[in-house]
């Protein structure tokens, strides 16, 4: 009842044309989409903050292919979190049977600094604690990423890693990430975004809006999802790509002209943004490129893999089924956009 009475209020409020403030949020509700709406315009009227449009993206991802929405369908628009205490970690230990290796300076997925040391964080050790037959476990520390996969964790100086991509491994069985590791269940989809910059023009609504264009994604980072088997940008051509050290250097070529675009994960591009002051002259497009899980990864040679990761799996679902999975998530998003205003 009381989401049917607040759904009434909501199309009051856009019959008379009023749009509420952050610090009113209308929210646990269900919405029907209406035609020309998407998350961010959906974000600005519930939470008077368009960059909230993940909480309700995460709610509702199994619906949705980015922030595009179709009209009629129904969204759940979540509250904004309270601040809520990291999940106790009993099991995990400065020593154990079972060994971790991540890095910092990954907002927000994980860095030792953030709350709860991250999204990513977070949920690994939630769902470790609610694995079957649970085992102590350590987690360590090492901000060099370029030393993690090789020679680290092939190595097997630790046990397991995270968060990492997973290229299309079916496509390409050779990758070295395919052909070296197993990986669990992805821990979140994150949403691969065009940010252009405003007003210039730049749409995106199909591949083939993107043909002859010039695209900025920075030296390391994967390309594989640009050249996947359905689009072959790079293989065939279509597109001209520019690769400067860092997001940053990206965010500042879209907006000098450069580059038409550059395609980064949501939440690397808005911290790009932000850090070079660009917010209001740089933005992402509504429909995102591609979407990429991030993982725990472990070497196929280790001997206890299986075991490992069926743990890490069973967590998840667990984590999932009690509800646990979103408010972990949705705490964490609310904490980053708070920290880009």
């Avoid at 049917?4 to 009023?18: Q, T």
Wanted: with cysteine; net charge negative.
């Amino acid at each position: 009842m009381q989401r049917i009475l607040m759904s009434l209020f909501w199309r009051l409020l856009l019959v008379v044309g009023l749009v509420p403030s952050a610090a009113f949020a209308i929210c646990d509700v269900d919405y029907v989409a209406q035609p020309g709406d998407n998350l961010f315009s959906i974000a600005e009227a519930h939470y008077g903050d368009r960059n909230r449009w993940t909480l309700i993206y995460y709610r509702n991802q199994g619906e949705l292919a980015g922030p595009s929405t179709v009209p009629g369908r129904t969204l759940y628009i979540p509250c904004p979190p309270d601040a809520v205490e990291a999940d106790a970690t009993p099991l995990r230990k400065p020593t154990a049977e079972m060994n971790l290796l991540t890095g910092g300076n990954y907002a927000p997925f994980t860095d030792p600094n953030l709350p709860g040391q991250g999204m990513i964080t977070e949920l690994v050790n939630a769902a470790l604690e609610l694995a079957p037959s649970p085992v102590p476990y350590a987690i360590t520390w090492e901000d060099d990423w370029s030393k993690h996969l090789f020679p680290l964790l092939d190595d097997k100086e630790f046990d397991m890693g995270f968060p990492w991509i997973k290229p299309d491994c079916e496509a390409d069985p050779s990758n070295e990430r395919c052909a070296n590791f197993h990986f669990s269940d992805p821990l979140v989809e994150v949403p691969v975004m065009l940010f252009v910059r405003a007003g210039g023009g730049m749409v995106y609504a199909e591949d083939a809006d993107v043909v002859g264009k010039t695209i900025c994604r920075p030296k390391g980072f994967y390309t594989f999802d640009l050249d996947r088997a359905d689009r072959r940008w790079l293989s065939e051509d279509k597109i001209t790509l520019v690769q400067p050290d860092t997001p940053r250097d990206c965010m500042r070529m879209v907006v000098n002209g450069q580059v038409d675009a550059a395609a980064v994960n949501l939440f690397v591009g808005a911290e790009a943004v932000v850090a070079e002051g660009l917010r209001g002259q740089v933005e992402p497009l509504e429909k995102p490129i591609s979407e990429t899980g991030l993982h725990v990864v472990i070497s196929k040679t280790h001997w206890r893999g299986t075991s490992h990761l069926y743990r890490v799996n069973a967590g998840l679902r667990k984590l999932r089924e009690s509800g646990r999975f979103d408010e972990i998530m949705s705490r964490h998003l609310e904490l980053f956009w708070a920290t880009l205003q």
